[in-house]
């Protein structure tokens, strides 16, 4: 309650109280002195004029007398009922005068107490409720108290007025927003569940994907996603130009991952893998030109990723294709890139034992090179180890499939 709310309630008591101080002095100067206040003494006073006037007046004046003592009775009895609320308003009266200059502490300690709520008494909510009336809608809202329902009334200091403020700047949590965010997500977690299974598994990934495809354009973890569903049904697809057509589109989408975001390793992982896959379809510029994108963006995916093993069975294979390269081939290349490309079968042999130092029984081609590799290098025996070791690999996938054909041949030549 502010200084000003006491200052008129106080005032108002003060002109009730003026008022009733009036009559009670109009009262006091039209009575006789000495006149009783009590009940009882005005009975009496009554009395004694009956007996008057039955002495001096006829019967039928007596009636009239009787009646007229009796309304002056009913006169007396309510002056000294005001008599004596006038006496308990006054001590009302001396009651709040010594109560309000402590009031308002006593309201601060309450506020300080007990939080934000306080009983508002009857008389301040009827005067909120007639500054209400008064006050433009605007403003009213803006007060810095606002009274309940319940008869409560809410305190707000400062620094809450202004949470208050900037929470209606801001704008609301926007719903479509997350719950697309929540959508993606499951969706990723979904087709990498179904990446990992048979191919028809594969299969509804890849539809899965194609079917968000609009939606989820310029999100990288959805692009390289993507790219390796094309992947998948480029190794599980026979025909030529299903294959060349799942490669290209999958290297555009693993192409746009990386410009968007070249901190990704995946992204830069399967446009290497992409490149590695075009390079069947080109010719020998473009198939040298893949090769150095491949191993370029490979580079940076084990550097972001140091340990995946995929990697460095890629980099194995690369580096092997490389030492394999014909005169011809190499000759091209460094016509066309002026440095052709270089390694060696030892540089790919140990990507392929990183791989399988990495995770032990990591893939049946895995082995199937390291087994090449020893025998490029001369070490049947221990090209004989890793081809009984790709043996006991079921062929599951058409990698495995492919591996296998390649472990049949090179069992050939090393028993000659």
């Not at 803006?142 to 009334?153: K, P, R, V």
């Not at 809410?154 to 929540?182: I, L, M, N, R, W």
């Amino acid at each position: 309650m502010s200084r000003f709310e006491n200052k008129g309630l106080i005032l108002g008591i003060m002109a009730g109280t003026a008022g009733i101080s009036l009559v009670l002095i109009w009262y006091r100067k039209v009575r006789k002195p000495g006149a009783a206040v009590r009940i009882p003494d005005f009975a009496d006073v009554g009395n004694k004029l009956n007996s008057v006037g039955m002495q001096h007046e006829t019967h039928n004046e007596q009636g009239a007398v009787m009646v007229l003592h009796r309304r002056q009775l009913q006169i007396l009895e309510k002056l000294n009922d005001l008599l004596i609320s006038v006496d308990e308003l006054k001590r009302e009266v001396k009651f709040l005068k010594e109560a309000f200059p402590k009031l308002e502490e006593l309201v601060r300690d309450e506020l300080q107490g007990k939080g934000d709520a306080q009983r508002v008494s009857p008389s301040h909510r009827a005067a909120r409720r007639r500054k209400a009336d008064t006050t433009p809608a605007k403003e009213a809202t803006s007060s810095e108290e606002a009274e309940s329902e319940g008869g409560y009334l809410t305190a707000h200091t400062d620094t809450e007025g202004d949470s208050e403020e900037e929470k209606g700047c801001k704008k609301p949590p926007d719903v479509t927003v997350q719950s697309e965010e929540e959508e993606l997500l499951t969706l990723l977690q979904q087709v990498d569940s179904l990446h990992k299974g048979s191919e028809d598994d594969k299969k509804e990934s890849f539809r899965l994907l194609l079917e968000k495809d609009d939606k989820y354009e310029n999100c990288v973890d959805f692009l390289w996603r993507v790219a390796r569903a094309y992947g998948d049904m480029f190794e599980m697809t026979a025909d030529t130009e299903e294959k060349k057509k799942y490669v290209s589109d999958g290297k555009d989408k693993a192409e746009k991952a990386v410009q968007l975001d070249a901190s990704s390793a995946e992204s830069h992982q399967w446009f290497a893998i992409m490149c590695g896959y075009m390079s069947q379809f080109e010719s020998v510029q473009n198939k040298i030109r893949n090769g150095y994108l491949f191993k370029e963006h490979l580079d940076k995916a084990i550097e972001l990723k140091p340990q995946d093993p995929f990697l460095y069975y890629l980099n194995g294979r690369w580096c092997y294709s490389v030492a394999q390269l014909s005169w011809l081939e190499k000759k091209v290349a460094a016509a066309l890139f002026g440095t052709p490309p270089t390694s060696t079968v030892e540089e790919a042999l140990q990507n392929f034992l990183k791989a399988e130092e990495m995770h032990p029984g990591y893939s049946k081609y895995n082995y199937v090179y390291l087994a090449k590799c020893y025998k490029d290098l001369g070490q049947k025996n221990n090209a004989l180890k890793y081809c009984d070791s790709a043996l006991s690999v079921l062929s599951v996938t058409n990698e495995d499939k492919e591996a296998q054909k390649d472990l049949e041949a090179l069992l050939l030549t090393l028993k000659l």
